[in-house]
């Protein structure tokens, strides 16, 4: 079942009912302030920072789920209603809810009445725009009461909710016309300050949250909209909100527009004031007048659509099926950058107090989004890099506003530093800049301590060569990209958290995943040993991957797949021998995508396994059959139910691991058939099943094991959007830049027969058409004409257009 449906021409997500499976959201905001936005118009707004810059209040996991936001409320003669839908729920007589690319498009109708709400973040604006668009339908003049209303929230978002004894006792605000200034603590250490205007006169306002509400009203029908009129209401301390009130005549036919604007505003710190205790407003004024009008919020619209435009133009596809198309087009790379912007920090499964950004995950995010942004790119990677440890190990998380690694996690995730060398083979592949190589790099961000980012790779790539345990495969750590396999932590302490306690001393619990990454990134790391004139290097580095690749085959193969891990005692995990958990996809997916076993048939036997054991009709779950009780010497991965997360769900970031290793062995009917089964356009129909959004991936699908098979979880901010982008792209549309050349090598389902694909990569754009004849058999190429061998095509000088024929 469906809940809308996609518009391709306008590149966005029409929801047609409030009643979705769950809240819808998207993301406002491309540079440093940003906004999340459900379809009933829930969520809230941050500048660059989700924790310590919350402009705007929000309360996860509430009754119902998502309220809170900014909304506007009607008083139309005593009849009260939101045109979201949302708080409420007056039934409309029309709904929509538009989802483009970094804005949303609210809509609701009643009783003649139809108010459309644009919400967007200008480019270059540190300010969210809402222009309400009002409409009488009808046949007779109306005269309404208009609200808007937000919750400021008291900038700390972690404090806002837990320090009540000081935070009631705060709240500053100021009002001057239409526009209400919120400067908690700004009479302290703070030089920013918060606005929320309209472009209109009001006749009234509220800032205080228990005036307009009431004590004991609620979001479903505030005392001052009930009312029919706000009380001029000045916040000290309690909760301090934005709330406006305008009154609206229109004669029939008639459209009025307001511009309404909440903005984030800084002053110099010898500039705060206007005159002792009132803000300076100049920067404030400044910003409202870059917005007052519509036809200056049309404009900013404008830049916005083309910005996107400029974007995607980098990879398009024509492949003959549109839910193809709209997600290779648009929605996957939408989703990729929205995962460069927010990491894992805001979203509606991430608080934005959690989570800072992984040393892992954002090197993999890069693989998503680096040919749509080197440059920023470029800057993300060495930032990462400056958290790396001297030893070559890594800080599993970092803060992005102090791009400082996080001391409570720490480091001894033992895949963490390897992932530095697929971001970076990446982003060179991507743009030739070999100069980034020899960029001086702190380690642990200590001046006093560097070396050239070269020289980060290399202790990346030893690190894993100096830690290998009694198999000689790579010892795990605290856990590899399995978080939630924590081999030596060995915890009976309730709530202790897995990721940092401390270890049995003397963990020798090995990884075949991190063996995997390890021969998968080898070749690149000899490559760009090789730019930087280290040709010694570059040999150590194949000969490593050689024996770590006769080490997974001699003690990491168990007959018919790849075994997982061995325990802090040596046991096989991910074995015919264990009851439980006997065989994972990680191994499969990165032992094969290495090469390990491809000439020697057991990669073909793995996926196979893959197939019979983990594949179901909503995905391929991690692991067969899951725990059904805690494992002391497991972790985490035993604590979750059967079914759900790391315990045998369909952990969407790992599939295209096997999608890819399927091209590897030339099957690209297997490999698609596993894309098109988490791909969020092929599941829109089941929308009532899977439940989050049909246009972005989710982390997890619920497995076979779990009463709820096949609902999602945890949309938007997640690796399985890089990785889905490089599988279906690189993989099985087969366009991967490399060092030397850009790759043309699809493996395409025979249902593909014809493949248009544009590629802008290192100032050229390549115009590939593919002529699918079977699945079998090396692609041959034409380059402008001329049959060339193999299936690297040089890359064409920048503004040079080449034609690129493939027949496979
Ligand atoms: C984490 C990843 C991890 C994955 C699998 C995600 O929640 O962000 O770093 O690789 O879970 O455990």
Redesign the pocket.
Known sequence: MRFGHFSDAAREYVITTPRTPYPWINYLGTEEYFGLISHTGGGYSFYRDARMRRLTRYRYNNVPTDVGGRYFYVNDDGDVWTPSWAPVQAELDHFEARHGLSYTVITGERNGLRIETLYLVPLGATAEIHRVRLTNTGATAKGVKLFSILEFNLWNALDDQTNYQRNLSLAEVEVDGSTIYHKTEYRERRNHYAVHAVNAPISGYDTDRETFFGLYGGWNAPDAVVAGHCHNSIASGWSPIGAHQIDVALAPGEVRDLVFVLGYVENEPGAKWESPGVVNKAPARALLQRFSTSEQVDAAMVELRSYWDDLLSTFTVDSGDPRVDRMVNVWNPYQCMVTFNMS?SASYFETGIG?GM?F??SNQDLLGFVHLVPDRARERILDIAATQLPDGSAYHQYQLLTKRGNHDIGSGFNDDPLWLIEGVAAYVSETGDLAILDEDVPFDNDPEDTGTLFEHLRRSFHHVLHNRGPHGLPLIGRAD????LNLNCFSETPGESFQTTENLAGGSAESVFIAGLFVHCAPDYATLAEAVRAPEEADRARRAAAAMSAVVLDHGWDGDWFVRAYDYFGNKIGSSECDEGRIYIEPQGFCVMAGIGVESGEAVRALDSVGKILDTDHGIMLLQPPYTSYHLELGEISTYPPGYK?NGSI?C?SNPWVMIAETMVGRGDRAFAYWKKIAPTFREEISEVHRLEPYVYA?MIAGKDAPRHGEAKNSWL??TAAWNFVAITQHILGVKPEMEGLRVQPCLPAEMTKVEVTRRCRGAQYRITVANRGESGSPRLAVDGQPINGTVVPYGPAGSIVEITVDC
Do not use: A, L, M, P
Request: aromatic letters at 14%; a neutral charge; one cysteine or more.
């Open positions: 894992r989570r992984g892992r995950d990209w399995n978080d939630c790391e952990f970031h982390q997640t690796g």
